[in-house]
C-alpha cells in the first residue's frame, strides 16, 4: 500500500476533498460544525476543502428552513451537494428497444425513455435509434448533452474493455462493432460499455432483489441465456470477458439447441425469433400439449444452465430476469435442480426491475466511473508510490 508522509499535501487535500463530499451528499444541509464531527477533521480544514468544492461547481449553500429563518441571529451557513452539478447516462441496446435513464450525480433518476426498434436494423440504424431517443430524453428533461459527465451502455454479446463487441450474434451488424468509439463521438464525456446481464446485476445489486447479496449470479433468459456474476460485490467478467455465457452450453449437445427444444414437431423450430417463440408460449397457455411439451423442455434447459453456473460459482442467491420472470414454474424447478447438486443451495429470487434492470445496471456503471474521479484517492496512492 502507499504511505502518506507529511510532505504529500497534493495527495492529503485530496483525501479530505473525499471525506467531506462523502459527508456533503450522505447528510441533509450539514453545517460546517455537523461536517467537521462527520468527518473528523479540524474546522478550517473543512472550510478550506468547503471553498474548494464551491469553486468547483460541487457544492452550494442550503436555503435554512422557515424555523431557522425566524429565530434571532444569523442561522449557521448550510451547504448542499449539488447533483445537478452534472448528469449521467444509463443506456440499454437490446434487439427489440433502446432505451435510457438519466440522472443526476446523486444517481436520483429525472429523466427516462425508449424506442421500440425493429430486430433486423443494422448497427447505424439501430445506433440512429440510439442517439435520437437520447436526444429526447434530454430536450424533455431540459438537460443538454454538454452536462453528461459519463455514459453507461448495455448491450448484447461479449465486449472488450474497450467498449468493442467481440461477439455479438443477436444483433445484425454487431460482431466486431467499436461500439464505444462510435458513441464517443456523439458525447464529451466516458462512454462505458457492458454486457447487458453483466450491467443487470449491478442494477440487481443496487437497488433489486441482492441488494442485501455480496455473491449473486443474475441470469437473463432469453433465446440466448446470458449471466452476471457478482463475486464479493464485485462483478466478475472473466479472462476475456466472456463469463456467464451459459447460452452457449448447448453446443455440448447439438440435439439441446433452442431450435429443438422449442419446436412443436420433430423439426426444428424454424425461423428461431421472438416471435415463433411467443406463438409456442401461447400455445402453451391454451393447453396445448405439443407447446407445453416444448416449454417443458425449454425451462428444463434453463435451469440446467443455471445450475451448471451456480455449482461454478456458489453463490448465495441466483436472481432470475428476462423473459423467464414471465415464465409461471420456472422457480421451483431451479431451487429443486440446484436442492439436488449443490452442498448449499443458493436462495433464487426473480428480478425485481424487470425490464428497467440493464438500463438501471448501465447508469450505475456511470455513476461508478463519476464516483471514482470525485472520491477516490486509491489511483493518487498507487502514482505516489
Given at each position: 500500500m502507499g504511505r502518506l508522509t507529511g510532505g504529500d499535501p497534493s495527495l492529503l487535500r485530496r483525501i479530505n476533498s473525499?471525506?467531506?463530499?462523502?459527508?456533503?451528499?450522505?447528510?441533509?444541509?450539514?453545517?460546517?460544525?455537523?461536517?467537521?464531527?462527520?468527518?473528523g477533521l479540524s474546522r478550517p480544514t473543512v472550510e478550506g476543502v468547503v471553498e474548494g468544492l464551491f469553486e468547483a461547481g460541487l457544492v452550494v449553500e442550503a436555503t435554512p428552513d422557515e424555523g431557522e429563518a425566524r429565530r434571532q441571529g444569523?442561522?449557521?451557513?448550510?451547504?448542499?451537494?449539488?447533483?445537478?452539478?452534472?448528469?449521467?447516462?444509463?443506456?440499454?441496446?437490446?434487439?427489440?428497444?433502446?432505451?435510457?435513464?438519466?440522472?443526476?450525480?446523486?444517481g436520483r433518476i429525472i429523466?427516462?425513455?425508449?424506442?421500440?426498434?425493429?430486430?433486423?436494423?443494422?448497427?447505424?440504424?439501430?445506433?440512429?435509434?440510439?442517439?435520437?431517443?437520447?436526444?429526447d430524453v434530454l430536450r424533455r428533461s431540459g438537460v443538454s448533452r454538454s452536462s453528461l459527465r459519463a455514459v453507461g451502455v448495455g448491450t448484447p454479446g461479449i465486449v472488450e474493455a474497450d467498449g468493442t463487441v467481440r461477439l455479438g450474434t443477436a444483433l445484425p451488424g454487431w460482431t466486431g462493432l467499436p461500439l464505444g468509439e462510435r458513441l464517443r463521438r456523439s458525447f464529451r464525456c466516458p462512454v462505458l460499455v457492458e454486457n447487458d446481464a453483466n450491467a443487470a446485476a449491478v442494477a440487481e445489486h443496487w437497488k433489486g432483489a441482492s441488494s442485501e447479496s455480496?455473491?449473486?449470479?443474475?441470469?437473463?433468459?432469453?433465446?440466448?441465456?446470458?449471466?452476471?456474476?457478482?463475486?464479493?460485490?464485485?462483478?466478475?467478467?472473466?479472462?476475456?470477458?466472456?463469463?456467464?455465457?451459459i447460452g452457449a452450453l448447448h453446443l455440448l449437445g447439438r440435439e439441446v439447441t433452442p431450435e429443438h427444444l422449442l419446436s412443436t414437431t420433430d423439426t426444428p423450430l424454424d425461423p428461431l425469433d421472438e416471435r415463433a417463440v411467443a406463438a409456442v408460449f401461447a400455445a402453451a397457455r391454451r393447453g396445448e400439449a405439443g407447446a407445453q411439451a416444448a416449454v417443458e423442455r425449454f425451462i428444463q434447459r434453463l435451469v440446467h444452465d443455471v445450475a451448471a453456473l451456480a455449482l461454478a460459482l456458489d453463490p448465495e442467491l441466483v436472481v432470475i430476469g428476462g423473459w423467464a420472470t414471465g415464465l409461471d414454474g420456472v422457480l421451483e424447478p431451479l431451487r429443486q435442480e440446484l436442492a439436488r447438486y449443490c452442498l448449499r443451495p443458493?436462495?433464487?429470487?426473480?428480478?425485481?426491475?424487470?425490464?428497467?434492470?440493464?438500463?438501471?445496471?448501465?447508469?450505475?456503471?456511470?455513476?461508478?466511473?463519476?464516483?471514482?474521479?470525485?472520491?477516490?484517492?486509491?489511483?493518487?496512492?498507487?502514482?505516489?508510490?
Open positions: 473525499a471525506v467531506v463530499l462523502h459527508a456533503l451528499r450522505g447528510a441533509d444541509s450539514p453545517t460546517l460544525t455537523d461536517l467537521t464531527r462527520i468527518t444569523r442561522p449557521a451557513r448550510r451547504f448542499r451537494f449539488r447533483a445537478e452539478a452534472g448528469y449521467l447516462l444509463g443506456v440499454e441496446i437490446s434487439a427489440h428497444r433502446v432505451s435510457a435513464l438519466l440522472a443526476g450525480l446523486d429523466g427516462a425513455g425508449s424506442r421500440v426498434v425493429s430486430e433486423h436494423l443494422g448497427a447505424d440504424e439501430r445506433l440512429d435509434q440510439v442517439r435520437g431517443m437520447i436526444a455480496d455473491d449473486v449470479v443474475f441470469v437473463l433468459a432469453g433465446l440466448s441465456p446470458g449471466a452476471g456474476a457478482l463475486i464479493g460485490g464485485r462483478l466478475h467478467r472473466g479472462f476475456g470477458g466472456a463469463a456467464g455465457e443458493p436462495r433464487v429470487a426473480l428480478s425485481a426491475l424487470g425490464e428497467a434492470a440493464v438500463p438501471t445496471g448501465a447508469l450505475r456503471l456511470a455513476l461508478d466511473h463519476v464516483e471514482e474521479q470525485l472520491f477516490a484517492v486509491e489511483s493518487t496512492v498507487t502514482a505516489r508510490r
